[in-house]
């Protein structure tokens, strides 16, 4: 899978939501994309996923312009007034919806299943808001990449529960090595505390994302 942003950028009412910001990743790489709080982490990420038109730029998915296909292929992970979990929901109700949504069995003895074959000590009772932070994240990402078809993974914004920024920084890694393209959205600060080159909101010019798996032949080829 290979998503290319270029120059995509958003406006709404009351002005700019997203300068023109560009990106590019693949399956296999991981990319962070830091800006300061109200820069365009969403917007940005419903650009990426093919959920929001934007206003300026293009996407392309695999060489093409296929905002359906970048639906299905791309899931959307705990995005703010988006797609994030309500905060009254249980955590056993959280894993329902989204095994529905997984196309998987979704009843009660299912989701002890899976939260027991997922190593959650945390009883299903629990409001999803008191889940531990490492472990909400954690969760929402498995979560999403059980769904057919999806190959991209945009985690929105984990450093707004606070964790510390190398738990979310392992977890990416590790399905960017599974072979999923990985972005995560965070802030600027975060960013800096992993000490790593991250792509920035608002900009065009942007380092390369980092792979962690190894190039197929034909992506040798395409960089000779």
């Known amino acids: 899978m290979d998503i290319h942003a270029k120059g995509v950028g958003v406006t709404g009412s009351h002005g700019p939501l997203l300068q023109p910001t560009s990106l590019r990743v693949r399956s296999g790489q ?28 293009t996407v392309w998915l695999d060489g093409r312009v296929d905002a ?40 009660r003895r299912a989701v002890r299943q899976w939260l027991d074959e997922h ?3 945390q009883p299903g009772s629990i409001r999803f808001a008191d889940v531990p932070a490492r472990t909400r994240t954690r ?11 999806v190959g991209a993974l945009l985690i929105d914004s984990p450093d707004r529960h606070g ?41 065009t010019d942007q380092p390369d994302p980092l792979s962690l798996t190894l190039p197929t032949t034909a992506e040798l080829e395409e960089s000779r």
């Open 139 to 149: 969760l929402l990402v498995e979560l999403a990449a059980a769904r057919p078809g």
């Open 30 to 57: 991981l990319a962070v994309v830091a800006g300061e709080p109200g820069t365009g982490h969403t917007p940005l990420a419903l650009v990426l996923a093919g959920r929001l038109r934007p206003n300026t730029g």
């Open 163 to 203: 964790d510390d920024p190398h738990q979310w920084w392992s977890l990416a890694e590790s399905w960017a090595e599974r072979g999923f393209a990985v972005v995560v959205l965070c802030t600027t600060s975060s960013a800096r505390l992993l000490g790593v080159t991250a792509a920035r909101l608002g900009e």
């Open 68 to 107: 359906a296909a970048l639906r299905r292929g791309v899931a959307l992970v705990d995005a703010p007034e988006v797609n994030a979990p309500e905060e009254g929901l249980s955590l056993a109700d959280v894993v329902a919806e989204e095994l529905t949504v997984a196309g998987a069995r979704a009843g």
């Open 119 to 121: 190593d959650v000590d």
